[in-house]
């Protein structure tokens, strides 16, 4: 296991100082949030499942950075925030931030999409990457199979404007065919998380920028769908081969 790096308390003062004259002020989330959260990520990825890590040496150790994650399970976020090596604010879509899991997730840092397009939760995320911090996206919107075949542009947008870097990052054995979304995995159960190699992105002069957020996007999710297809056939952990959320199962 890797212990994470830059989770002191000057680190994070220096962190939430710097914060964000390109944003209007806008200071984003608490930096306090993901670092008692990463710890119970920690345990449960480590304690309660035996979590597999690899490639966190691709992980930069300072300045900007974007997860890209693939998602087939509620417990996804738990587990990427429990592995990484800096501390991470996720991007969670609205409707989770209701009841004990509202409170739980607010208090961690994890930052509201609303059904709206997420502007306001771009613009949060915007402020703690330019602030150096890191930000944890879905590009694929939603829990399914997690093969990375479509992605939002909200990770390319935030690459190209903060900018940061992006590491794809491969989640597997979480959620099993047949299991629902929000099934909590069983203890003890194998899982893996793969860093990818980051990826630098930037528009080419003469670009409009439609075209170089379609081609960021386009990286983005072809890096993401290959790391995904390579960590599944080297830990032999496949992905799901159903998608719980549009077959009408849910959480079941």
Request: proline share 8%; with cysteine; aromatic share 4%.
């Amino acid at each position: 296991m890797t212990r994470p790096r830059g989770f002191g308390r000057a680190d994070a003062g220096r962190e939430q100082a710097a914060v964000g004259q390109a944003t209007g002020g806008r200071v984003g989330p608490s930096v306090w949030g993901p670092r008692w959260s990463h710890w119970v990520g920690h345990f449960l990825a480590y304690g309660v499942w035996d979590t597999r890590v690899t490639g966190i040496g691709n992980v930069p150790t300072s300045g900007p950075v974007l997860f890209a994650a693939n998602h087939t399970s509620a417990m996804d976020g738990p587990v990427i925030v429990g592995v990484t090596p800096r501390p991470v604010h996720l991007l969670v879509k609205a409707e989770s931030f209701t009841g004990p899991s509202g409170v739980l997730l607010r208090a961690s840092g994890s930052i509201p999409v609303e059904k709206d397009g997420g502007r306001g939760a771009l613009v949060s995320a915007l402020a703690v990457l330019r602030r150096g911090g890191v930000v944890g996206v879905f590009p694929e919107g939603t829990r399914g199979r997690g093969d990375a075949t479509s992605a939002q542009a909200g990770v390319a947008w935030l690459a190209l404007n903060a900018p940061a870097v992006v590491v794809p990052v491969a989640m597997l054995g979480i959620r099993r065919t047949g299991d629902g979304v929000a099934r909590v995995p069983g203890l003890g159960r194998c899982l893996a998380v793969e860093f990818g190699r980051p990826l630098e992105l930037e528009r080419t002069p003469g670009t409009s920028g439609r075209v170089a957020l379609e081609r960021a996007n386009e990286a983005i999710r072809v890096a993401l769908a290959d790391l995904v297809t390579s960590a599944a056939a080297r830990t032999r952990l496949p992905l799901p081969t159903d998608d719980p959320l549009r077959s009408g199962r849910g959480s079941k």
